[in-house]
């Protein structure tokens, strides 16, 4: 699996590849990424890759011309055939939201050509010629893509059999097929009794009594409770998927009662 990005900030993913235990995608090249400055290809002695917008307004926009030069490098470096060529995805307000779907997708695939607009954004020509997908984060707008491309990065390393030290660690996420799409229950961990800033506070019994079908039970009652509570889409959606069966429904019942 290889990822090619296209940012004006390559020195910010430094740190990202070598932190975490997500450094072993990074390290082990499972998860190939190479970074590609289009300053690289832009002419003059200052490089330049911005300029003013026709029209007027605030701020600058990236420039067409280096953008496009960077894409043919590295399509040569890729030496791809054409029926096979990675897609060009930007990172963008507008773009589809990524999800833990979304994410599934791209670590079943053979990755792409991830772009990190900046400033105003991008010439709408580029977008136009050469991207195939943008993807946003949700409804807001960061200075640059740096930040969405790590978290696509880092969400399809951890989907990786060999990243993780437990195979099973991420089908426990929200989200996640295995746990029907709800959200995932609290975690705990010792000491049993916390001396809290509000005063002792105890884990739950049953996660001490060593029965793994009550432990089970509580936990999935728990993920039902919080993703009624903050997230009832995704529970509605579980829903009309066939997801949720009497015993969830009937602690739902009751828990609407307490």
Not at 47 to 65: C, H, I, L, S, W
Not at 137 to 161: H, I, K, N, Q, T
Request: proline share 6%; charged share 25%; aromatic share 8%.
């Amino acid at each position: 699996m290889r990822f090619d990005v296209i940012t004006l900030f390559p020195e910010l993913f430094a740190p990202f590849f070598t932190s975490g235990i997500n450094r072993r995608a990074f390290e082990s090249g499972l998860v190939e990424v190479k970074l590609w400055n289009p300053r690289d290809f832009a002419d003059g002695n200052y490089r330049r890759v911005d300029d003013r917008p026709f029209g007027g307004g605030p701020g600058m926009v990236m420039m067409a011309e280096p953008l496009w030069r960077c894409l043919q490098a590295l399509r040569a470096d890729r030496n791809e055939a054409d029926e096979a060529r990675a897609p060009v995805v930007l990172f963008s307000p507008i773009g589809e939201r990524l999800d833990h779907a979304g994410v599934s997708r791209w670590a079943d695939s053979a990755g792409a050509v991830l772009v990190c607009g900046r400033y105003e954004g991008i010439d709408q020509r580029f977008i136009d010629a050469c991207v195939d997908r943008q993807i946003s984060l949700g409804d807001f707008v960061l200075s640059g893509g740096e930040v969405a491309a790590m978290a696509l990065l880092d969400a399809v390393a951890r989907l990786l059999p060999g990243v993780l030290g437990d195979e099973g660690s991420h089908q426990q996420d929200s989200f996640n097929p295995a746990l029907d799409g709800l959200l995932d229950s609290p975690h705990h961990t010792r000491p049993e009794i916390w001396q809290g800033p509000a005063g002792p506070m105890a884990v739950p019994e049953v996660l001490l009594g060593g029965h793994h079908e009550r432990i089970a039970r509580y936990r999935r009652e728990q993920s039902l409770a919080l993703t009624a509570r903050l997230r009832p889409d995704l529970l509605e959606q579980a829903r009309a998927q066939g997801r949720i069966g009497a015993a969830d429904d009937a602690f739902l019942r009751q828990s609407k009662k307490l």
